[in-house]
């Protein structure tokens, strides 16, 4: 979805990116492009892990390294805010509830280790990923993320 409203000109850019790089982007680390058409000045990029089978400890490091690297790279951009979706859910196969438990840990534990300004928002798609974020972040069922 972030690539279609952006245009075509995000797909440019991280093909050029991903060609300078001359390999594959390693899991868990960040790149950053312009936001193109989105209302957003940037995109954060993250290749999560792929869960084949049972969940390991090495998932979950590379996960919570993906949350680390990009507020790292956004905080090393100056930007103010910072809006994640469900990395790793979906077709890569991370238990939705894991997940999100990491997310909010990672996340959490960077702020206060930081002590950055950065405001981050955890954007959800569906109704049971809303339920699990807003259980782990203590907030009412009906309020939004």
């Given at each position: ?31 950053i ?24 400890a ?74 699990i ?10 309020d939004?993320?």
């Amino acid at each position: 979805m972030i690539h279609t409203m952006a245009g075509i000109q995000l797909r440019l850019a991280c093909d050029e990116m991903m060609r300078a790089q001359g390999h594959d982007e390693p899991t868990g680390r960040a790149k950053i492009t312009p936001g193109f058409n989105l209302p957003a000045v940037y995109v954060l990029h993250t290749v999560g892990p792929i869960v084949t089978g049972e969940l390991t400890a090495e998932d979950e490091a590379l996960l919570a390294s993906c949350y680390r690297s990009c507020l790292d790279l956004a905080a090393e951009t100056g930007v103010e805010s910072v809006a994640f979706c469900c990395i790793s859910t979906g077709i890569f196969m991370f238990p939705a509830q894991r997940a999100a438990q990491i997310a909010v840990k990672t996340v959490i534990d960077w702020l206060d280790e930081t002590d950055s300004p950065i405001k981050v928002i955890f954007n959800v798609f569906k109704e049971d990923d809303l339920a699990i974020y807003n259980r782990l972040l203590n907030r009412p069922a009906d309020d939004a993320l």
